[in-house]
């Protein structure tokens, strides 16, 4: 039985050494569009959230939890708010790779000048004014006199409050204006050392909603509320329902109106498209249930925001998640998806390169013929105008070499379909064996 397997009609082992330099070509290429291609993204990306027990800084853990099922390590960079975020955008030296950012902190040729992309619009952050509940505010024009704590720069909330005075003619030196963070301002609020504070954000934020259930402590009604997002484009109007914080206790006791510029997503346009995707794809799951001020399906949006939104995110908004991503495990997923274009490549590669085998494949068995045919062409020649004090001695050397060409002839294995060169081998040994016994036999 081994012997028969060597009377093939194809030989595998010549197949392969007549495909190995076209195998080694396309895997060469191959390795080189991976590198190229990096289909691979990072396992580590930062992040840039907000203060403590801030909305920014929830949904960091969120979204940090959401890709680790995925091996991707988000790290929290904790910030003042959007503003400082921004600036980490900015600087190629924070190493900060995505930042949540409001609406209304940029323009649209700054970030596209900055190279900063939006992978959407995620919630909306009401401006929430607080105030003590001894101080009775009805417009922003009231507020003259009083101590109003607004937040650090860096959170961007100063600079949207004092727009808001400034459309209202209140100048910002005719109230006392203080820089607190978020919690010693809480704290301050509630000791009375300051007569109201403003927040910018989601009412998930632990501070709002213990804020909004403390006693002594009241809302702000944005009664035109309308009106401000016709003088700002980034700001929207959304309601405070009655009874929304708590239903037993009827909390608030009534609409509150409310206006509200978006969180966004932020990156650098460098960062990598299946993280965009992932992130994307986690923001469905964190914001796109409904909320207080969100029905189903309103977020995230790629609207609602000034900075130019990513093609892949754009394209996830609208069509969902690939066919691939829905059925194979994400890196195996992300692997043919941006590996998909150097198939196409390699599919116009192969084919010509593919036509080169099948004559190499036949070269490669025909030439374990007809190297005989050289030793043979040799013998000939041997005996080609002999003198005839040698002719005895190198017919009979002749001959044994060629016995020696027969035998090693003999040994040879081709695929049953080249017989016919392997018996006309043997066929031109036996003439040139009868030719040399003719010459020995006349002399």
Known sequence: MPRLFKFTSFSIRDFLVAAAPTASLVALICLLAYWLADPAPPRHVTIATGQENSAYEMFGKQYANALAKFGITVSAKPSLGSQENLQHLKDLGSGVDIAFVQSGSTEQAEAERKGLISLGSLFTEPVWLFMRDKKYVTQLTQLRGLKINVGPEGTGVPGLFKRLLSV???EPNELTLSALENTPATVALLEGRIDGLVFSSAPDAPLIQMLLQTPGIKLFNFAQAEAYTRRFSFLSHVVLPHGIVDLGRDLPAK???LIAPT???????NLHPALIDLFVQAAMEIHGGVGWFRRQGDFPSASYTEIPVSPA?????KNGPSLLQRYLPFWLANFFERMGVLVVALGALIFPLSRIVPPLYVWKVRSRVYRWYGQLRAVEQAIED???DRRTAVYSEQLKRLSDIESGVNRVS?????????YGLRSHITSVRQRLMWLMAGD
């Open 263 to 269: 969180a966004t997503l932020v990156a650098r346009d």
């Open 386 to 388: 002999v003198p005839a």
């Open 313 to 317: 995110a754009q394209k996830l908004y």
């Open 168 to 170: 209202n003619g209140v």
């Open 255 to 257: 609409d509150y109106h």
């Open 414 to 422: 081709i695929p049953l379909s080249f017989a016919e060169e392997l």
